[in-house]
């Protein structure tokens, strides 16, 4: 949206999709590896010289903010890490916005087992006289304690949206009137675009809605529904579903999508699969998988600059399919993704097919699709 009215943006989000630098964009172009190369070995110095002893996502954060300021942006988009009290990217003290999204049980190791704690952990990036956007779509219990520490911190104002009193921009009802986007897309959009106001109000005021929403038309997230041609890597000539849902909420929202606009009664849907340790695999799955479904579980390959992140088994995804009561095909892929492709696109045979589970394994398939067909817009 802000590159769409003029205002020279620039991005970070985590993790990266195929390359590490990819986690990093300047006016919606991935940065050169040269310069990324460039920048962290400065911040590396840096910590070198300090004895910081700084994590990995510490080293990268810091790139992504060094690379802003060579670039001079206007507004920098950031993406919290895990949680926010504590992550890396919480170190901006005057940000021009914070913005919570809809809030889900995840990394319960680090930020506690119900969803009240874990939004008091997403809380932490509310600073004191900033305007905090937060989905109002979240369970009452959420919402309290959000309001309360925004009440806390001096957090304002705290904008609910969709809004309450449907008092939004005459120019965004007209934009989700005639789109076609599902319930969850169409929260994000407006949590988007009211955060874009407010930054932009800051930095170009001059700038109008209709700009904003124009980026919203144009916008494309790999890795989120995305539509995919594996026909290089399998000969099926129907299109696959990628999309990086790795926790219960995000499951909901992808298997009510593929329940509404992919699955009939008659085609099974053939899911791939694979999981992060540490995730919760029977609240991933149930939304996901239905009894007459083909399964073949995978296993992602290591991930650069994060170590710590492993694969669940691939055969311990199948136990948990056959204990929710799959009774299609189960194939074990191991850590073979081309084969698992080529495994699902035999099993459809024309039917539907799935690739979820994790951001991971997203970033694997993309990652395939581009050494084997190097002029892929995938």
Same mark, same amino acid.
């Given at each position: 949206?802000?590159?769409?009215?003029?205002?020279?943006?620039?991005?970070?989000?985590?993790?990266?999709?195929?390359?590490?630098?990819?986690?990093?964009?300047?006016?919606?172009?991935?940065?050169?590896?040269?310069?990324?190369?460039?920048?962290?070995?400065?911040?590396?110095? !840096?910590?070198?010289?300090?004895?910081?002893?700084?994590?990995?996502?510490?080293?990268?954060?810091?790139?992504?903010?060094?690379? %802003?300021?060579?670039?001079?942006?206007?507004?920098?988009?950031?993406?919290?890490?895990?949680?926010?009290?504590?992550?890396?990217?919480?170190?901006?003290?005057?940000?021009?916005?914070?913005?919570?999204?809809?809030?889900?049980?995840?990394?319960?190791?680090?930020?506690?087992?119900?969803?009240?704690? #874990?939004? &008091?952990?997403?809380?932490?990036?509310?600073?004191?006289?900033?305007?905090?956007?937060?989905?109002?779509?979240?369970?009452?219990?959420?919402?309290?304690?959000?309001?309360?520490?925004?009440?806390?911190?001096?957090?304002?104002?705290?904008?609910? !949206?969709?809004?309450?009193?449907?008092?939004?921009?005459?120019?965004?009802?007209?934009?989700?009137?005639?789109?076609?986007?599902?319930?969850?897309?169409?929260?994000?959009?407006?949590?988007?675009?009211?955060?874009?106001?407010?930054?932009?109000?800051?930095?170009?005021?001059?700038?109008?809605?209709?700009?904003?929403?124009?980026?919203?038309?144009?916008?494309?997230?790999?890795?989120?529904?995305?539509?995919?041609?594996?026909?290089?890597?399998?000969?099926?000539?129907?299109?696959?579903?990628?999309?990086?849902?790795?926790?219960?909420?995000?499951?909901?929202?992808?298997? %009510?999508?593929?329940?509404?606009?992919?699955?009939?009664?008659?085609?099974?849907?053939?899911?791939?699969?694979?999981?992060?340790?540490?995730?919760?695999?029977?609240?991933?799955?149930?939304?996901? %998988?239905?009894?007459?479904?083909? #399964?073949?579980?995978?296993? %992602?390959?290591?991930?650069?600059?994060?170590?710590?992140?492993?694969?669940?088994?691939?055969?311990?995804?199948?136990?948990?399919?056959?204990?929710?009561?799959?009774?299609?095909?189960?194939?074990?892929?191991?850590?073979?993704?081309?084969?698992?492709?080529?495994?699902?696109?035999?099993?459809?045979?024309?039917?539907?097919?799935?690739?979820?589970?994790?951001?991971?394994?997203? &970033?694997?398939?993309?990652?395939?699709?581009?050494?084997?067909?190097?002029?892929?817009?995938?």
């Amino acid at each position: 949206m802000l590159h769409a009215a003029n205002i020279k943006t620039g991005r970070f989000t985590s993790p990266h999709l195929i390359d590490r630098w990819d986690s990093i964009t300047i006016e919606e172009k991935t940065v050169d590896a040269s310069k990324f190369y460039k920048a962290e070995d400065m911040v590396k110095l !840096r910590d070198s010289i300090g004895n910081i002893k700084a994590s990995e996502f510490e080293i990268l954060t810091a790139t992504a903010f060094e690379l %802003f300021t060579q670039e001079k942006v206007q507004v920098g988009v950031i993406e919290v890490g895990v949680g926010g009290r504590h992550d890396a990217t919480n170190i901006l003290q005057h940000p021009l916005v914070t913005v919570i999204t809809k809030i889900g049980k995840d990394h319960q190791s680090l930020l506690g087992t119900t969803i009240e704690e #874990i939004a &008091s952990h997403k809380a932490g990036i509310m600073k004191p006289g900033v305007a905090c956007i937060v989905d109002a779509t979240n369970q009452e219990s959420v919402l309290k304690v959000l309001e309360a520490a925004a009440q806390d911190v001096g957090a304002k104002p705290l904008h609910r !949206r969709p809004s309450e009193t449907n008092q939004e921009s005459a120019n965004l009802q007209k934009y989700l009137a005639e789109s076609d986007l599902e319930s969850h897309q169409r929260v994000n959009v407006s949590l988007a675009y009211r955060a874009a106001m407010i930054a932009a109000q800051q930095t170009a005021p001059a700038v109008s809605s209709l700009a904003l929403l124009e980026g919203a038309r144009k916008s494309f997230w790999p890795g989120r529904l995305q539509t995919l041609d594996v026909r290089a890597l399998t000969g099926r000539r129907e299109p696959v579903i990628l999309d990086g849902a790795h926790n219960a909420q995000s499951a909901e929202v992808l298997g %009510f999508y593929v329940n509404k606009r992919v699955r009939t009664e008659s085609r099974p849907v053939t899911w791939i699969i694979a999981a992060s340790v540490g995730k919760e695999l029977p609240q991933l799955v149930s939304s996901l %998988f239905q009894p007459q479904d083909n #399964i073949v579980a995978a296993e %992602f390959g290591p991930v650069d600059g994060m170590p710590w992140v492993t694969p669940v088994d691939a055969e311990s995804i199948l136990e948990v399919a056959r204990s929710v009561g799959v009774q299609g095909s189960l194939e074990n892929a191991g850590k073979d993704v081309l084969r698992a492709l080529q495994l699902a696109a035999e099993l459809a045979a024309g039917d539907p097919i799935v690739i979820g589970g994790s951001l991971y394994l997203v &970033s694997d398939v993309l990652r395939l699709l581009r050494d084997h067909v190097p002029h892929s817009s995938a």
